[in-house]
């Protein structure tokens, strides 16, 4: 089916009225982001059984029309692996979209399949093999090609018709509740899209091995550096690299000149922005180490990692009965954490714990931790 292009408001005006009657549309995205800390909303494709329509934002202003059909719950939304373009459309509408389905998810809660791509999906599904070539292609150039709409295209219309045929795998194998739980947490508010900032440092790759103190300075720069990369517009890596923040963190600089020392002149920080680096560095410095932030990653001790070798042995045996990843049912991560929580609190908070996974297993892992 050839996508329409939807370019003027009364273009949208005319597909919305065309979509009135829906419950269900299949939706995807394309962005750019390799500069910008918010994303470049480039396309937003949307595909029915008789429509396949790709929206321009950049050509008119799209948003009231797209808020207006994204954020009804009376419309489910079906995307394949929905956190970036949820992210996306976070930014753009300024909430995320509701009554989402992910045909991801459900594929993972058939077959041992837990992060299939889309393109694959559908080759295993519905034996169509899809053109990949576009896959890099730059999405904020215009006029689009014909090649760049049908593959954008592509990716709804055969979205729509997955989601019918996985639905239907998950009523027949009584797993359509699992799917329910499991897509109740996609939106567990909008949150998902905008850690807390005394979270950010997490997101900081090598602080594994950084003690509370030194964890103490990262978690103050990360606040910083996202303040900044979004008064700029910038990534976070544009604004300072993770290595760098770690460098701080272990060799604090002891004036404002030293700071020199440990950045690039590629950064582009100018004196202002150097000073507030060195003050919240300073400050972080004399943060009590019972207030500062805690990895978690307690290793395990010998007793421990024979529980957690048993512990996979059982997750592994319970998802091949179930047909399913190991990893879908629960991760090593997960079992780490279960072996690790010393509270009931704790232990219940842990999704093993929650919903479908405790019903097929948690209570099985509990008896064999004692």
Excluded at 93 to 116: K, S, V
Excluded at 219 to 247: C, G, H, N, V, Y
Excluded at 340 to 346: G, R, T
Aim: charged share 30%.
């Amino acid at each position: 089916m050839k996508p329409e292009l939807i370019e003027t408001t009364g273009m949208m005006d005319d597909l919305l009225e065309r979509l009135n009657d829906v419950t269900l549309i299949a939706v995807d995205t394309e962005f750019f982001r390799e500069t910008t800390y918010y994303p470049q909303l480039a396309l937003v494709q949307i595909a029915t059984d008789s429509i396949v329509a790709c929206i321009d934002p950049l050509a008119f202003d799209a948003k009231d029309a797209l808020r207006k059909l994204l954020l009804d719950n009376s419309i489910t939304k079906i995307f394949h692996s929905c956190s970036q373009d949820l992210e996306v459309l976070f930014y753009y509408l300024g909430e995320a979209p509701a009554a989402i389905y992910d045909t991801q998810i459900a594929n993972a809660l058939l077959t041992e399949h837990h992060q299939i791509g889309y393109a694959s999906l559908v080759e295993k599904e519905l034996g169509t093999l899809l053109d990949k070539s576009q896959t890099r292609t730059n999405w904020l150039q215009r006029p689009l090609t014909e090649k760049q709409l049908q593959y954008a295209g592509d990716d709804v219309l055969y979205l729509y018709r997955l989601q019918h045929l996985l639905d239907e795998k998950l009523q027949q194998l009584g797993r359509k509740n699992w799917f329910d739980e499991e897509s109740a947490k996609l939106l567990d508010g909008n949150d998902n899209f905008q850690l807390a900032q005394e979270n950010l440092w997490r997101r900081v790759k090598g602080t594994t091995r950084l003690n509370r103190k030194q964890l103490a300075i990262v978690q103050a720069i990360a606040t910083w550096r996202e303040t900044l990369a979004q008064k700029r517009d910038r990534t976070r890596r544009r604004i300072l690299a993770d290595e760098i923040m770690i460098s701080l963190a272990v060799t604090p600089p002891e004036d404002i000149d030293s700071i020199d020392s440990f950045i690039e002149r590629r950064y582009r920080l100018d004196n202002e922005e150097k000073r507030q680096l060195f003050d919240v560095i300073t400050t972080s410095r004399q943060t009590p180490r019972e207030q500062c932030p805690d990895n978690q990653f307690n290793s395990l001790d010998n007793e421990q990692k024979s529980t957690l070798k048993k512990l996979q042995q059982i997750v592994n045996k319970k998802a091949e009965e179930l047909g399913i990843s190991p990893a879908m049912l629960g991760s090593r991560k997960e079992l780490e954490q279960l072996i690790l929580s010393h509270s009931k609190a704790a232990v219940t908070g842990l999704s093993l714990m929650q919903g479908w996974r405790l019903r097929c297993i948690g209570q099985q892992l509990i008896d064999n931790m004692k």
